[in-house]
């Protein structure tokens, strides 16, 4: 890439950035909520360490990665900067070992086997991983993640392993082209992560404060419906360069 169109290429991921930013204020106030509530995740998966480090400067501290080589990779390159990485994508319980004290939150699990493993690891270098729970609302089959009821049914027995901090709900609803059709699924998820909330003893509560859910698609709409966290990554870096 020339000079020019490197330059171009960050102008206009910083116009994206701000743009962004004052989307989430105006659905914030729309919503009558307060703007700090919502915490803005860019998912930076496929874009490069430059990139990054640009949006970092730009004043975003949290980043969200989806595959453990790369974002591993990523981490050492960058491991002088201020970054808090998230791991938000499919984790295999044989990457645990890489993930587990690398990300400030692990957001995918999606199994009593996988949290499990998580806490073993986590047991074994003496720290306590912050993770979420992946819900599947809308029962795909082509997507991983806790059936609703069976998060229910286990919730209990997995809020009891050891050396994790259960923070909140992950949601992935289906991708639909019009936001408006996830609303209800945006909807059930608040009325969801409220009731595991009230569920759980006043020492557990103060960590369950997390629902992430929301991406370029549709995020205005988990905002209206009680996000605390979006993922944003096209919105903000552009096309992935690669899959």
Request: with cysteine; glycine share 4%.
């Amino acid at each position: 890439m020339n000079p020019n169109s490197f330059q171009n290429s960050f102008q206009k991921i910083r116009e994206s950035y701000l743009k962004i930013q004052q989307q989430i204020e105006s659905c914030c106030r729309q919503s009558h909520r307060d703007p700090s509530s919502v915490q803005l995740l860019a998912v930076s998966k496929t874009h490069s360490p430059e990139q990054i480090k640009f949006v970092l400067s730009l004043g975003q501290m949290d980043f969200g990665e989806n595959y453990v080589q790369e974002s591993v990779e990523k981490q050492k390159i960058l491991s002088s900067f201020p970054i808090t990485w998230h791991f938000i994508g499919k984790l295999q319980r044989n990457k645990v070992k890489d993930v587990v004290g690398r990300f400030e939150i692990i957001h995918s699990v999606d199994s009593i086997e996988l949290a499990t493993k998580i806490s073993q690891k986590a047991r074994e270098l003496n720290i306590h991983q912050k993770i979420l729970f992946e819900v599947n609302l809308a029962q795909e089959k082509s997507k991983s993640g806790f059936l609703k009821s069976e998060l229910d049914q286990n919730f209990e027995s997995l809020v009891s392993l050891p050396h994790l901090h259960f923070s909140g709900l992950m949601i992935m609803p289906p991708l639909v082209e019009n936001a408006e059709l996830v609303r209800p699924f945006f909807k059930e998820a608040k009325n969801f992560f409220d009731q595991l909330k009230n569920r759980g003893s006043s020492e557990r509560q103060k960590d369950w404060k997390i629902l992430s859910m929301g991406t370029t698609q549709d995020y205005w709409v988990a905002i209206e419906e009680g996000a605390t966290l979006i993922r944003i990554g096209t919105a903000i870096f552009g096309e992935r360069d690669r899959q």
